[in-house]
């Protein structure tokens, strides 16, 4: 009798896929919070439970809406799949992952190209099977139309609560606690808030007062520094003299929820005498005034009469005004960024030009309110040539000349060189 001897057969390795999830709520709330953790614990206690997966994490966002882009737990679960630490990803829904369509089709192509696989529970799409990505795209389109539904009806219940002035939606501001639309004031901080105003009545810059509330160790809510901005914004808010300006900023789109400044777009509430005042009315309508005044003579202290309507003849770009050896001149904006390698062209003598442009017009000194009413702007090109061209669409050709070197040096700058001639060489 033969006995035939049959070797015994090896197991097959298990080839364990890492499998990671996601998890998200909305909102911090503790209702909310309680499910995160039983999303965590559900999908931990999942993917263990399988010998065929290994646990590679459970990523989670608290407190972020699916709309946001910045999600540091996805953008984190993102990075472990790029380094090739994840083959399949479990999450609860279309709409916890995302609800921009965009975005959700972004991620999960980008994942296709890398062979990871997303599984949402709810809809039961497997994104790497042959129908995963039709369905993800009508699904995500579903979730988006509901994310707008929501946005939009938030936005219809807070915009009826401004026009029956509630203020519900006032944020915590310094010298105030808000609460539910309850507005307190914070003594230690309404004195500052009232000390502020009245030393920009008294005609103090922002900057020393910036400076002294630093050195005092006084900051902001955040515990930031004061600034010159911070500052302006303060007495700028009308909030302070007990009225309420509701509707300041809006949001117009409801996927990046970014906030714009609400320049007439949409209705702003004034409710009068909504809460106890910390200065009087007369004392911001002062402090108004004086900001006014100062912005008025910085913008007519700064911009000349040539800014903008002096343009290179070389490359087209503006000329710059520049203060060189006790003159003003005005030179190309390349070649001051660049040098004469990106516009080799030339400057021009600010007095030489007014000159030039008195000769033009018929007068005999330069009158800067003439020259904005009758020319759009002058040309400057090399040769010491000027096209200029006036407000009736005409043109006319002119040309200056170089000063000698004799000429161009002013009595100061004679001085000057005088005496640093008898510093270097001696009496």
Known sequence: MKISKIPAKRPEAIIRKKVA????????????????????????????SRPD????????DDGVTGTKSERPG????MECCNEGKVDLILTKSISRFARNTVDLLNIVRDLKEKEIA???????????TADGELLLTLLASFAQEESRSASNNMKWSIRKGYAEGSLKQVRRCYGYLVELGEVTIVPEEAKIVEEIFERYRDGELPSAIAKDLNTRKIFTLKGSKWSVNRLNTLTANIFYTGNTLLQKFYVPNHLDKKQIKNRGELPQYYVQNSHEPIIPMELFEVVQEIKASRTYKKQTDTKHVFSGKLVCGVCGANLNRKYDRGNHKW????????????????QIPEDTLEQVIASVLGLT??????????????????????????????TEENYWKDRSRSKSWTKDMREAAARKTKERYGK
């Open 331 to 346: 030179q190309c904006r390349t070649y001051r960024k660049s040098g004469a390698s990106a516009c080799p062209s030339k």
């Open 21 to 48: 999830a996601y998890a998200r709520v909305s909102t911090a709330k503790d209702a909310q919070l309680h499910s995160l953790g039983a999303q965590i614990d559900h999908y931990r206690k999942i993917i263990t």
């Open 74 to 77: 996805l953008e984190e679960l």
């Open 365 to 394: 000194h330069f009158d800067g309110t003439i020259f904005l009413d009758q020319i759009t702007n002058v040309i400057v090109y090399n040769g010491n040539r000027l096209v200029i061209t006036f407000k009736d669409g005409s």
């Open 118 to 128: 997303v599984y949402f529970e709810r809809e039961k799409i497997h994104t790497l």
């Open 53 to 60: 997966w290994e646990f590679a994490g459970v990523f989670f």
